[in-house]
């Protein structure tokens, strides 16, 4: 019964690094969603992955910001080239059946 | 389109007295409303939600909220605040149709001894 995992929890980058943020699931949830959070402010939809089906990536904020779920299991959110306004916590969460998201812990991410 | 105004970005109450964090919606669908909370470095946590059943929902720790269509509001409430109480707390409407979901930029609880 473990929730939501997210890795690294912390990731300090300089401008211009690639860097690859991970989420695990919730075994057997078939959708997956990434936010972005800036600080002070509310979760922001960035995309949504059915089984390994991308649906949605309208809150994707630059062509720099790409995700896959291969396998329709674990995530990955990948940022090219970060820029400093990159900085910011990032959020995964699947859904259950009875349609309510949980949410991992989250990978904060310094662009320095 | 659905948004959500979150009216307080602070809220202060001491320990042991009420809790009133309020919420507006709008949406053009029935929606769905959440209330998450969330700890220092932590992740959010689902405190309750409603999905078109009873109009007061309860939820974990002693909160609950009601849904008001006429006003369209959420608030969430809580008889006596808890030391632990103290989060950051998100108001989220979802649009089911397209799992849409969008939050409002928080309310901050601080609870005083």
């Known amino acids: 019964g473990a929730g939501v995992s997210q890795s690294p929890r912390y990731k300090v980058a300089k401008r211009g690094q690639d860097v690859a943020l991970r989420c695990d699931p919730i075994s057997g949830h078939v959708s997956l969603f990434w936010y972005q959070q800036a600080l002070g402010q509310g979760p922001e939809f960035l995309t949504y992955?059915?089984?390994?089906?991308?649906?949605?990536k309208s809150g994707l904020p630059s062509d720099r910001f790409f995700a896959e779920r291969p396998e329709g299991s674990v995530s990955t959110l990948k940022i090219q080239r970060t820029q400093q306004e990159d900085s910011a916590v990032y959020l995964c969460a699947s859904k259950s059946p009875q349609e309510t998201q949980y949410f991992g812990p989250g990978t904060r991410l310094l662009v320095l | 389109a659905q948004s959500v105004t979150q009216l307080d970005s602070h809220v202060s109450v001491s320990e042991g007295t009420p809790v009133l964090l309020r919420c507006n919606y709008s949406?053009?669908?029935?929606?769905?409303l959440f209330w998450y909370v969330q700890h220092p470095n932590k992740g959010l946590q689902l405190l309750l939600k409603?999905?078109?059943?009873?109009?007061l929902v309860k939820g974990i720790n002693g909160f609950e909220a009601e849904f008001k269509k006429s006003e369209t509001s959420f608030h969430l409430t809580k008889p006596s605040a808890h030391m632990s109480d103290a989060a950051e707390y998100f108001c989220?409407?979802?649009?089911?149709?397209?799992?849409?979901?969008?939050f409002g930029a928080g309310t901050r609880l601080t609870v005083k001894p």
């Open positions: 409603y999905t078109s059943a009873a109009t």
């Open positions: 989220v409407v979802s649009d089911h149709r397209n799992n849409d979901m969008r």
């Open positions: 949406s053009s669908y029935s929606p769905s």
């Open positions: 992955f059915q089984n390994e089906a991308q649906l949605d």
